[in-house]
């Protein structure tokens, strides 16, 4: 098992950037693949961005592309994720997530999770 602890959600004007940091308590140069996931009330959880254990290969739902960037720092044992020109429609929960494998994008795939960290965003 890891552990995850998300970091750096909170009350944000449309139009700003946020990043988000997951703390990892296993080395982020280990074989697993780091997410992140949502999940706003009333929907399920999904898929928002996964970068690949030990070669930096990055994936991204569709909604996020251009607007998110996952990152990681092997040195902090940590993972990013940076949103930029933040709007309503990016409010909710987000998570972070690890799996011993390749990258998949359903949750059921992975078995470690933080507790959550919450974005909410006015215009």
């Known amino acids: 098992q890891v552990q995850l602890v998300e970091s750096g959600g909170g009350l944000v004007q449309a139009g700003d950037s946020l990043r988000l940091s997951c703390s990892v308590d296993a080395p982020t140069s280990s074989p697993y693949t780091m997410a992140w996931f949502r999940q706003a009330p009333g929907k399920e959880r999904e898929f928002v961005a996964a970068?690949?254990?030990?070669?930096?290969?990055?994936f991204y739902a569709e909604f996020a592309k251009g607007r998110f960037t996952i990152s990681k720092d092997n040195a902090k044992n940590e993972v990013y994720l940076l949103m930029d020109d933040l709007q309503p429609d990016v409010a909710a929960v987000y998570y972070c997530a690890a799996r011993g494998g390749g990258n998949r994008t359903e949750a059921n795939d992975y078995d470690n999770w933080g507790r959550g960290t919450r974005v909410t965003v006015y215009s």
């Open positions: 970068i690949a254990r030990i070669v930096l290969s990055k």
